[in-house]
């Protein structure tokens, strides 16, 4: 009888193992991957101008953002549309593929040996999930320049929207 009374006892003691559930797990796999993905350039809002009246939410606007290039001393504007209202003020709304590009040079750009050929360097979102526009340097060294080319990740009309922008290197 007594060994009943224990065992019965011990039983009670276990603990109950955690286990995470679908949504959970989904949410951690959603962080770590926005965590490893982060752009590679110090990215820092400029400034901003309204440019459409919103009666229920934030105007609409453009938005000027500079991107510090992390390997020379170059730094790039980027400016684009942001959608306003209701949608724009809680991040659901898409933003316009429009947006132009102007990048220079602080100091003379001499290219790194280990520089590659090709390196995001910068990413802004335009949607909740499935727009972004990426800053991407390309390595000219037959031309003495990086050229530096921002698109849209959403294709409109069979190509994405872009802007160029060159830098000269010595």
């Known amino acids: ?6 065992s019965k006892h011990f039983f009670f003691e276990k603990k109950k193992q955690k286990t995470f559930g679908p949504l959970r797990a989904a949410l951690i796999a959603a962080v770590a991957t926005l965590t490893c993905c982060l752009p590679a350039a110090a990215q820092q809002k ?8 919103r009666l229920l939410g934030p105007d609409d606007q453009i938005v000027v953002e500079r991107f510090d290039d992390p390997r020379v ?16 003020g809680l991040g659901l709304a898409t933003d316009p593929s429009v947006f132009a590009l102007s990048c220079i040079a602080h100091n ?6 280990d520089m590659p050929q ?3 360097v910068g990413a802004i979102s335009a949607s909740l999930l499935f727009k972004h ?5 390309f390595t000219d060294t037959d031309g ?3 050229i530096y080319v921002l698109i849209s990740t959403k294709v409109i009309h069979g190509s994405p929207a872009n802007a160029v922008s060159a830098v000269p290197t010595t």
């Open 133 to 137: 526009f990426t800053l991407t340097r």
């Open 144 to 146: 003495h320049a990086l």
């Open 118 to 120: 090709k390196e995001e």
């Open 73 to 88: 001393p170059v730094s790039c504007y980027a400016s684009f549309a942001q959608t306003g209202g209701v949608s724009g």
């Open 1 to 6: 009888m007594i060994s009943k009374k224990v």
């Open 108 to 113: 003379a750009v001499a290219i790194p040996a």
């Open 46 to 53: 400029v400034g901003s101008v309204s440019t459409n009246f």
